[in-house]
């Protein structure tokens, strides 16, 4: 199956600063990426649409300015979360969609806490 | 807009036995894709099984089958002879075929498999 990487798998970071996340489609090029958002024990629940060479679409109650998406090539797209605050720890996943395909396959996900 | 409904929380299965999770989905569109995901307690996201909506077969892999009912909208996932390392949280997704290749994934709440020594 296809593989998707992230980066970094878990990060802690002080209020106010900016974390960036990383997202890579490692053995095919993927148009779309997504990004979605994690609670304990519950589903996913999606961000943003990342395409790339254009702006993302986010979802409706998502700040576009907070959590900032670049998909600057083929096979990688980046989330900043800018001046976190704790209410944005979370696990956050990124997928890439195989074009041929149509199916998404998942990266690892990010564990991020905010103290 | 499409829905889908995983109306069992939480499900446990002695070891080497069957098991059915349920999933059903609202969608007034003839085309479009179905996905059983299985995410264990490292919380990475697995393709577990894939059903396009114009196939009639049901689709299957290795001791995971579905069984998919078009008209009833419903999607279950079988799991035969049950392995520890099939305890996980299970997801149904829908995804349109409108929107392209930005269509997105559309999941259930989950269902929780535990599976019994």
């Known amino acids: 199956g296809a593989v998707v990487s992230q980066h970094p798998s878990r990060v802690i970071c002080k209020s106010g600063t900016s974390v960036k996340i990383e997202c890579r489609s490692l053995d095919f090029q993927a148009t779309t990426m997504f990004w979605y958002r994690q609670f304990p024990k519950q589903s996913l629940m999606l961000m943003a649409t990342?395409?790339?060479?254009?702006?993302?679409?986010?979802e409706q109650g998502v700040e576009k300015d907070k959590f900032l998406i670049n998909h600057a090539s083929l096979t990688l797209s980046t989330l900043t979360v800018t001046s976190a605050h704790p209410e944005d720890s979370s696990f956050y996943i990124c997928s890439a969609r195989l074009p041929a395909q149509g199916t998404q396959y998942f990266g690892p996900g990010t564990r991020l806490l905010v103290l | 807009a499409q829905t889908v409904t995983q109306s069992q929380p939480e499900m446990s299965v002695q070891e080497a036995e069957t098991v059915t999770l349920s999933c059903t989905y609202d969608?007034?569109?003839?085309?479009?894709?179905l996905f059983w995901y299985k995410q264990p307690p490292s919380r990475q996201m697995i393709l577990v099984i894939r059903q396009e909506a114009y196939k009639q077969q049901n689709a299957t892999e290795n001791r995971f089958s579905v069984n998919f009912q078009k008209a009833a909208k419903s999607f279950s996932l079988k799991i035969s002879d049950s392995q520890l390392g099939d305890a996980a949280m299970y997801f149904c997704a829908y995804r349109s075929l409108r929107g392209g290749n930005t269509g997105k994934l559309i999941f259930g709440q989950g269902t929780t498999l535990q599976v019994k020594p």
């Open positions: 990342s395409n790339e060479g254009s702006k993302a679409t986010y």
């Open positions: 969608t007034s569109e003839s085309d479009y894709y």
